[in-house]
C-alpha cells in the first residue's frame, strides 16, 4: 500500500500534513472551502492533482453540510465563487482550475434541468468531486505503465534494467495515489526493471528529500538522495537511463511548468543525450495556453528560502528570489509527454488531446471559472 495524502469518505475529509513529514504523519480534518485554501496555501497538501482533489471535495463537504442557496440560482453562484477561492490558493498548477469549471458546468448544467432542485445540484457536484479520487488513481496506473514500457523502449532495448533521476514528489502525496513519475518509477520497479532511482532533494520546500525518499523507503524501492547540484555529475558518472519528472501545467506546444529546477535538469539531459520525460495526467495539461510564456509563475515568501525547519541558514538583509516553478521548453521535453492517454511528442500533444481533455460541449477557449 502507498502512503495516503487524501483520506475521504463521505462527510469525512482529512489530509497528511506533508509539512510535518517525514517525522510526523499528522491528519487534518477539514470541512470547508476556507480551510482547504489555506492548507493548499501553507503547502500542507501539495501537488497539482492533490490540490484539485482536496479543493473538490472541501466543497463536498460544505454541499453535503448544505451550504449554498437558497434557490438554484444562489446555489450555482456559491458553487462558482467557493472554486474561484480554492483556483486563486496556487496559480501556476491548472488542475483546480480545470476541475473548477468542469464543477462549475455541473452544477449549472443540473440547475437548468427540468425539475431539478437544490438536493440535486448538490448531489451532482458531490458525485463529480468524488468520482474524482478513483479517476486519478486509475489515469496515475495508466501513466506508471505506458511510461515504463516507452522508457524501456527507449532506453533498453536489450531487457535490462533502468536507472532513473526524478524531481520533486510526483507520487501517492502529490495525487490520489500511485503517482505520476513517481508512478512510472513503481511501474518499472513492479515489473522488476528498476536498476535505481536518484531524487533530487529539491530546494527549498525539500519534497524530495522529505516526501519522494520517504515514499521510497516506505516501500523499499532502490533509490539515492542526492542535492539539486548533483544532477549534472549523476547524469555523467551514474548511468542515469532517463529524466522522469512531473507538470503543473503542459500548454499546447508541450511547454511545462514544473518544480524550479526542472528547467537545468533538461538542459543537462540534453548536454548528456539522456532522455526527459514529463508525466501527467491530461488535466495537468492546458491548451487554452499557447506556450509557456503565458503561465503564471507563481512566488513564494522567502522565509521559505531563508530558513530551514524554522532556524534562518540564509544572511540576514539578503535579497531573496523564490519562484515555486519554472518552464521546461518542449525541445528539451526529448523522451516525451507521458498521460494516461499515451505517451506523445510535444508537437502531438495538442492533437492527441484537444478531442478528450474537454468535456462535452467545451472548446478550446472555454474559460476556465
Ligand atoms: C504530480 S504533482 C505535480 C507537481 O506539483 C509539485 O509542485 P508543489 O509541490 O509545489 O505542489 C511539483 O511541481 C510536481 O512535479
Known amino acids: 500500500m502507498t502512503l495516503e495524502a487524501i483520506r475521504y469518505s463521505p462527510g469525512s475529509l482529512q489530509i497528511l500534513d506533508q509539512l510535518q513529514l517525514p517525522e510526523h504523519c499528522h491528519y487534518e480534518a477539514l ?10 496555501r501553507a503547502m500542507k497538501v501539495r501537488g497539482a492533482p492533490a490540490i484539485a482533489l482536496v479543493g473538490c471535495l472541501s ?11 437558497p434557490g438554484l440560482a444562489a446555489l450555482v453562484a456559491f458553487v462558482r465563487d467557493q472554486l474561484r477561492l480554492l483556483v486563486a490558493a496556487r496559480p501556476t498548477a491548472v488542475n483546480m482550475a480545470r476541475a473548477a469549471r ?3 458546468q455541473v452544477a449549472a448544467q443540473e440547475a437548468e434541468r427540468e425539475g431539478a432542485t437544490e438536493e440535486t445540484v448538490r448531489e451532482r457536484v458531490i458525485r463529480f468531486a468524488e468520482d474524482m479520487l478513483e479517476k486519478d488513481l486509475k489515469d496515475n496506473r495508466s501513466i506508471g505503465d505506458l511510461g515504463a514500457r516507452h522508457l524501456l523502449e527507449q532506453t533498453n532495448p536489450r531487457g535490462g534494467k533502468v536507472t ?12 490520489a495515489g500511485y503517482g505520476t513519475a513517481l508512478g512510472v ?21 525539500n519534497q524530495g528529500a522529505r516526501l519522494t525518499a520517504f515514499e521510497l523507503v516506505y516501500e523499499q524501492i532502490p533509490a539515492t538522495l542526492i542535492t539539486d547540484s548533483m544532477a549534472a555529475a549523476a547524469m555523467a558518472h551514474q548511468g542515469v537511463s532517463a529524466v ?3 507538470a503543473d501545467r503542459v500548454v499546447a506546444n508541450g511547454d511545462t511548468a514544473n518544480k524550479i529546477g526542472t528547467y537545468q535538469l533538461a538542459i543537462v539531459a540534453k548536454h548528456h543525450g539522456v532522455p526527459f520525460y514529463v508525466a501527467a495526467p491530461s488535466s495537468s495539461c492546458d491548451l487554452h495556453l499557447e506556450t509557456g510564456k503565458e503561465i503564471v509563475i507563481e512566488e513564494r515568501p522567502s522565509q521559505e528560502l531563508t ?12 535579497r531573496v528570489w523564490n519562484p515555486a516553478f519554472d518552464v521546461t521548453p518542449h525541445e528539451l521535453i526529448t523522451g516525451g509527454i507521458i498521460t494516461e492517454l499515451g505517451v506523445f511528442a510535444p508537437e502531438e500533444l495538442r492533437g492527441a488531446l484537444s478531442a478528450s481533455v474537454f468535456s462535452e460541449g467545451q472548446t478550446l477557449d472555454s474559460p476556465w471559472v
Open 185 to 205: 518509477i513503481r511501474s518499472l520497479h513492479e515489473m522488476g526493471r528498476l536498476e535505481h532511482t536518484f531524487c533530487t532533494e529539491t530546494r527549498p520546500y
Open 164 to 175: 532513473v533521476l526524478t524531481h520533486c514528489n510526483t507520487g501517492a502525496l502529490a495525487t
Open 59 to 69: 466543497l463536498a463537504m460544505e454541499l453535503r453540510a448544505g451550504a449554498g442557496g
Open 244 to 246: 522522469v519528472v512531473g
Open 31 to 40: 470541512s470547508s472551502v476556507q480551510q482547504a485554501s489555506e492548507a493548499i
Open 102 to 104: 468542469d464543477l462549475g
Open 307 to 318: 530558513d530551514l525547519n524554522g532556524v534562518r541558514i540564509a544572511a540576514q538583509g539578503i
